[in-house]
């Protein structure tokens, strides 16, 4: 396959995994006015605690079996072959998540003692595992969506849980006046309709039929993505109670906002990791693979700066829309918006740290992932310790981004050593002079024209980059054409 061919295969996957992405986002910041507005910010912090132990338990259920079977599944040209890999995958997730349960719901206080210091919040903890239970039942039919390229049924299914999520929290929340434990409740419900709505690619492809060969395989492949992810997942939560010991339930509450207008730029990184995952699997086996890695980096990474200049110089107009008669986010809530440059710089990173994952993941060395992901996530915890009593929540930002960023730095290290890829470095370093320039302008201008001035500086963004020669002739050649076709 060309190397057209195979970039506009990825950017096919990752428009339909955006848009369904950008959808439930925007669905889901509905909750954002209705929690900052009807919630104090301490329940608030409570809940983004609470949320920060479902994310990392949603690892532990799915123990690296989720990415496993990805690569077998994929890999794989037998049907009755990959018929038995998702049994199995199956079987071994499921005993896993209901004994994982039963323990969460008779231990539920005590876990609420240990993440939170101020009041107690067993109940809360106790629906998590219902949630949990849920989510892991259909994780696999999530990942067959994904393996089998269906990314439309894909999304289709994900807004359905979103768009049921929602209704069910402003049910709760405003007409049944539940408060946090409503936000709760109404995750567990929309969690189980989403396993009904799956159930029948579960009725298609699992059996009886646990193959121990097959479990072995999966589980050596897999195990090493359990400190690895879950420390992913920790470097981006971990914060969470840390702030919320050495700061209080508002602080917490306040940084868990600003870092949620930060998610605009996790969409885009998560809808390229949907598609990326697939996509390299089946385009290793190309003569030109190495060249399309590179461009795709180059490509991910230049999409990425431009919206993080859009969005830091805009997030403060974008939280103070208001949504049926409120602001995206209460007046109380408001300081946080001061974290989200620095979030979404950490958000990519983390997208240049999942372009790098090709090396790891194709010659089979996910024993390494451990070690790269808890030295940021260790890295991340100091910086938290260390800069939160001195700076409040600036201190957590700087944390993420140094783990994200240490992260990227070692993963890249380790993949060149088994999988080196002639990464375009040098127009890269062009970009990041040209956008941290640009940032630094026009964040730091609050003048009568700040607005019209940070639109001139992003217009000029293109321009900046052409004078610098940033793009090579192909690239150019490609836009002088598609200039023509639309003027024709």
Known sequence: MSLLASLKRLTKHSAVYGIGHILTRVVNFLLLPLYTNK????????????????????????????????????????RQQRRQVFSTAFWAISVVALALTFLIYNHAETISGYLISEGSYGHLVRLTGFILLFDALAFLPFLYLRAE????????????????????????????????????????????????????????QVSLQFNPEHFRALAKFGLPFLPATLSVVLLDLIDRPIMERLAGLEATGIYSAGAKLGMFMALLVTAFRFAWHPFFLSTSKQDNAKEVFAKVLTYFTTLA??????????????????????????????????????????????????????????????????????????????????????????????????GHLLMC??????????????????????????ILAVFALGYNYTGEWQVPARLLLIVATPGLMLLSGFFDRKELDFLRTTLRLKRG
Not at 370 to 387: E, K, R, S
Not at 409 to 434: D, H, M, Q
């Open 409 to 434: 730095v070692l993963l890249y290290f380790f993949s060149k050593r088994f999988y080196p890829v002639n990464y375009e470095f040098g127009r890269l370093l062009k970009l990041a002079g040209i």
């Open 149 to 204: 390229e269906r990314s439309v049924q894909y999304t289709i299914l994900k807004f359905i849980n979103v768009i049921a999520n929602v209704a069910l929290n402003i049910y709760f929340i405003i007409f049944l006046r539940k408060g946090v434990e409503g936000i709760l409740l109404a995750n567990v419900y929309a969690s189980g309709l989403t396993l009904l709505l799956l159930s029948f690619i579960l009725v298609r």
């Open 39 to 78: 919630l104090p910010a301490s329940e608030f912090g409570a809940q983004q605690v609470v949320y920060a132990f479902l994310a990392v338990m949603t690892i532990i259920y799915t123990y690296g079996i989720d990415a496993a079977f990805l690569r077998y599944f994929i890999l794989s040209d037998d």
């Open 305 to 402: 700066s431009l919206a993080f200049l859009v969005l830091s110089f805009f997030i403060g107009d974008i939280a103070q829309i208001r949504l049926f008669g409120a602001t995206l986010i209460g007046q109380e809530f408001l300081a946080g918006v001061r974290v989200v440059p620095l979030i979404l710089l950490s958000y990519v990173f983390y997208g240049m740290y999942v372009n790098f994952m090709v090396g790891i993941y194709l010659k089979e060395k996910t024993r390494y992932l451990p070690f790269i992901t808890i030295v940021g996530t260790l890295a991340n915890i100091g910086v938290n310790l260390l800069l939160i009593p001195k700076i409040g929540i600036m201190g957590a930002a700087w944390a993420r981004v140094t």
